[in-house]
Structure formats: structure tokens, C-alpha cells
Antibody, heavy 115, light 106 residues
Framework: QVHLQESGPGLVKPSETLSLTCTVSGGSIRDYLWSWIRQPPGKGPEWIGYVSDSGNTHYNSSLESRVTMSVDTPKNQFFLKLRFVTAADTAMYYC?????????WGQGTLVTVSS | DIQMTQSPSSLSASVGDRVTITCQASQDIGNSLNWWQQKPGKAPKLLIYEASDLDAGVPSRFSGRGSGTNFIFTISSLQPEDIATYYCQQYDIFPLFGPGTKVDFK
């Protein structure tokens, strides 16, 4: 069974870059699209974008000027970078397989933006 | 851009009640709509995909219908474990979630 696990700093300073890694186990990263989704406290989920196993990307237009996603296929990992963060970027960040049907999901990692 | 609305934003019901949530898309999305359940501290769980198909292992008291711009999600008989927030989500172009409906006990 495929399992996803997010990792990265839980605290990021304003104007800096949020960097997260998603490690996929129990299955290959190949042949799928891989999404990042975030959920601010008390709000609904927001899709950030996806990366393919070959590194193709598509981002939410509201974030695309600050987002970069990448993939390391041999390591079964994919990555999120979000630049110039503000308090509005404080959220639970999830890595998820797919885009049309989203799942499975990682357990999520809370990232707080604060000085 | 497509906008998703849900109503109500919250509701209170009793065990055994029929619960109905509506979701509206700002443009035709066909049947490209999923319904999710989220409990506090947990990732969302898929209940319904393609507007009306029940995901594997989901109890039959959950159902969905609709197409185009108007969708309905129903819990036929509310159970204690159904207390959660429910989201609709379209995927016509990219995934977009509705604002959610919080269901609790009256």
C-alpha cells in the first residue's frame, strides 16, 4: 500500500522560503502525478500544484509566481518550495497522489510562518 | 476561474436524521465532482467520486447526485461517527475545494 510522508521545517520566517519533501513508500513514483495541498487553520483545502514523475509541473495560478515543485524519481521523493512566505502561508501542508482523484494523502505537516 | 459554493456552511442534526448538503459550481463541470469528509486533525477522506460513485468501503448511507453546476450530497441516516466537515471538490481543470459544511449534533 502506498504511503506518503511529508518532512521539513515546522517554522519559517516571513520572506523566507518554505521547503518540504514528500517521500513515497510502498510503490513507485513513476506513472503518476503528485500534488501538494495546503489547508490553513479553520479553512478548506487549497491545491497548490502538481509535479509529474518526469518533472512536468502545473501550479495554482494564485501561487505560481512563488512556487516550484520538483521530483527525484530514483529516491521516490518530490518537493515543494514556496518563496517569500507570509503569515497567510501558515497551514497544514499535505502531499497527495493524483489530481483528478486525490489519494492517498500524507498525514500532513504543519508549517507556521512567524518571526 | 471556477468558483465553488456550498450550503449550508454548518448544520446541526440528530442521530438518524437525513442530512443534505448542496454544492454549486460557477460553470458547467459535468460530473467532475468529489465529496470529502474531514475530521479534526485528519486528512480528508474521499467518500464520493464523479458526483455519484461511492468510494470503496464507504457506507451506503452516503450518496451524491447532480451534474453540470448543481450537486447534492446526502447522509440518509446520520450516525455519531459522521460528525465532521464535508467538502465538495471539482476537478474540471485543477482541484478546487468548496468552503465546507460543518456537521454536528443538535
Amino acid at each position: 500500500q502506498v504511503h506518503l510522508q511529508e518532512s521539513g521545517p515546522g517554522l519559517v520566517k516571513p520572506s523566507e522560503t518554505l521547503s518540504l519533501t514528500c517521500t513515497v513508500s510502498g510503490g513507485s513514483i513513476r506513472d503518476y502525478l503528485w500534488s501538494w495541498i495546503r489547508q490553513p487553520p479553520g479553512k478548506g483545502p487549497e491545491w497548490i500544484g502538481y509535479v509529474s514523475d518526469s518533472g512536468n509541473t502545473h501550479y495554482n495560478s494564485s501561487l505560481e509566481s512563488r512556487v516550484t515543485m520538483s521530483v527525484d524519481t530514483p529516491k521516490n521523493q518530490f518537493f515543494l518550495k514556496l518563496r517569500f512566505v507570509t503569515a497567510a502561508d501558515t497551514a497544514m501542508y499535505y502531499c497527495v497522489r493524483g489530481t483528478r482523484i486525490l489519494g492517498p494523502w500524507g498525514q500532513g505537516t504543519l508549517v507556521t510562518v512567524s518571526s | 476561474d471556477i468558483q465553488m459554493t456550498q450550503s449550508p456552511s454548518s448544520l446541526s442534526a440528530s442521530v438518524g436524521d437525513r442530512v443534505t448538503i448542496t454544492c454549486q459550481a460557477s460553470q458547467d463541470i459535468g460530473n467532475s465532482l468529489n465529496w470529502w469528509q474531514q475530521k479534526p486533525g485528519k486528512a480528508p477522506k474521499l467518500l464520493i467520486y464523479e458526483a455519484s460513485d461511492l468510494d470503496a468501503g464507504v457506507p451506503s448511507r452516503f450518496s451524491g447526485r447532480g451534474s453540470g453546476t448543481n450537486f447534492i450530497f446526502t447522509i440518509s441516516s446520520l450516525q455519531p461517527e459522521d460528525i465532521a466537515t464535508y467538502y465538495c471538490q471539482q476537478y474540471d481543470i485543477f482541484p478546487l475545494f468548496g468552503p465546507g459544511t460543518k456537521v454536528d449534533f443538535k
